[in-house]
């Protein structure tokens, strides 16, 4: 958090938790419910947040360091959005909800943050 300060205070960086180069958070994530809790900080940190074509709708493909590693994390979209699918519906709202929270709140993009509390498995933050 505080490196990502050091970068807010110069100029807003863009934020992610996936893009072309590492594994899906869809797939990185041990506990499918904790999708929230990232999503929650990259909606809610200083800077432009980014989302991966695909993660929007829980995709999951993994980076493989070979060759073509890269190539299933470059799922080609369907042709209509309503080919998308019924099983990406709940990772779309999610992140819809969390884009109307941070367009209704502004100052997101250029606060400061202030750690709370840090635990090991807890992390609670304000951004003024």
Same mark, same amino acid.
């Given at each position: 958090m ?5 970068f807010?205070? %110069? ?8 893009n072309?180069? %590492?594994?899906?958070?869809?797939s ?6 904790h999708?929230g809790h990232?999503?929650? %900080? ?6 432009n947040?980014a989302?991966?074509?695909?993660d929007?709708?829980?995709?999951r493909?993994?980076k493989?360091h070979?060759?073509g590693?890269d ?12 080919e998308l699918?019924?099983?990406?519906g709940?990772?779309y709202?999610l ?5 109307r929270?941070?367009r209704?709140?502004?100052?997101l993009?250029?606060?400061r943050?202030? %750690?709370?509390h840090l635990a090991s498995q807890?992390?609670?933050?304000e951004?003024?």
């Amino acid at each position: 958090m505080g490196r990502h300060q050091t970068f807010v205070d %110069v100029f807003p960086p863009l934020t992610f938790v996936g893009n072309h180069d %590492v594994t899906r958070i869809a797939s990185q994530l041990r506990e499918p419910g904790h999708l929230g809790h990232a999503l929650s %900080v990259l909606f809610t940190l200083p800077g432009n947040p980014a989302i991966y074509a695909g993660d929007e709708q829980g995709w999951r493909s993994i980076k493989y360091h070979r060759e073509g590693g890269d190539a299933e994390l470059r799922w080609p979209f369907p042709g209509v959005p309503a080919e998308l699918g019924e099983d990406g519906g709940p990772h779309y709202r999610l992140h819809h909800e969390l884009i109307r929270v941070r367009r209704a709140r502004p100052f997101l993009a250029t606060g400061r943050i202030r %750690v709370c509390h840090l635990a090991s498995q807890q992390l609670a933050y304000e951004i003024t």
